[in-house]
């Protein structure tokens, strides 16, 4: 890899999943195809990579108050405490660098806690990567930036999640995913009336729980209750037994409905339905797995729903992180106080269109 003396910096934004998680992991989505609705809001991951003049290679995540300092060298990285930034750097200077590593460093930061339950981790290493493909003048479109990022993630660094983060991130915006065997992933951005959006946008209430949560677990059970295939084996958790779980499918075909139904409710600007379709899969995820609501979180949603909600859920694997609630905008401020006075943390959101991007200073 050529020295380059710019400093180069990447953002991605975090996302809401609004309908159809859960349906982006195998073995389903190669069983039976997978589809997500999700949105991208103005919370980000950012990573920044430039020139070190001590020789080194150096990772810094200040919201996690990590530093560390290696060699510069990729047989360095194996005992690194931020593996995501040790699997990036070591697939894309492996598949683009030549393998030869320059003295760098590589800072990230995240506008939401780890397990939040908006994508953040696959946000954070889309911001990576993206970053890492500028530096090395790497030939990536949207597609191959998503698919390499999930790659890092599920293969490399073999942590356990589906695949709508790394796409969400990637090309941003109200889109309507579908997954497919192989690894096949289709991005439909939605063409939703300014109109519509900007009234699900006054509509909407976040909140986080004040839990940040080890999605792994309940990604692990669900993809164990999901019917296996001899043709897809490999994508199950290693030293698992996989056992169908005829609730649990038909739960995912429901999620996976009311992702149809939400892109239809959306487009139609028909925000009152899609506050009863993010109730109804709100009931349905919870059958997917144990540990997807929590009492802290249903104290939550009661009282969203008495102060005025009229639909909510979890966002992401469940179990904490961030809550998600449509609201009548005259009663929005109502929610927001009432959660916040219960300790948890909650505020509007505005969406956002923009995915991953890069610069360099």
Sequence with gaps: MSARPQTIRARVPLRLGLAGGGTDLSPYCDEFGGAVL???????????IEPSDDGLLHFVAPDMELEETFPADLAALGQARLPLHAGVVRRMITQFGGGRVTPMRVTSYVDAPPGS????????????????????????????????????????????GGKQ????????????????????????PLRVAPAALKELETSMVVCFTGVSRRSEAIIVEQ?????????????????????????????LHRLKRDAIEMKEALLRGEITRMAAILNRSWEAKKRTA????????????????ANGAIGGKVSGAGGGGFMMFIVPPNRRIAVVRALNAAG??????????????????
């Design 38 to 48: 999700n949105t991208t809001i103005d919370r980000y991951a950012y990573a920044f």
């Design 117 to 160: 339950g908006l994508g953040s981790s696959s946000a954070l290493v889309v911001a990576l990567v993206e970053a890492f493909a500028a530096r090395l003048s790497a030939p990536l479109g949207p597609y191959d930036v998503a698919h390499t990022a999930f790659e890092i993630e599920r293969i490399d660094l073999c942590l356990a």
């Design 165 to 188: 983060d790394q796409y969400a991130a990637t090309f941003g915006g109200t889109n309507f995913i579908e997954f497919h065997a192989a690894d096949r992933v289709i991005v439909n």
């Design 223 to 251: 993809q164990r209750r999901m019917v296996p295939s001899t043709d897809h084996a490999p994508t199950m958790p290693q030293g698992r037994d996989a056992t169908p779980d005829r609730t649990n499918i038909d739960s």
């Design 290 to 305: 144990a540990g997807i609501s929590t009492g802290r979180i249903e104290e939550l949603y009661e009282l969203a729903f």
């Design 344 to 361: 948890g943390s909650a505020s509007g959101v505005h969406l956002t269109g923009q995915g991953a991007e890069s610069w360099s200073i």
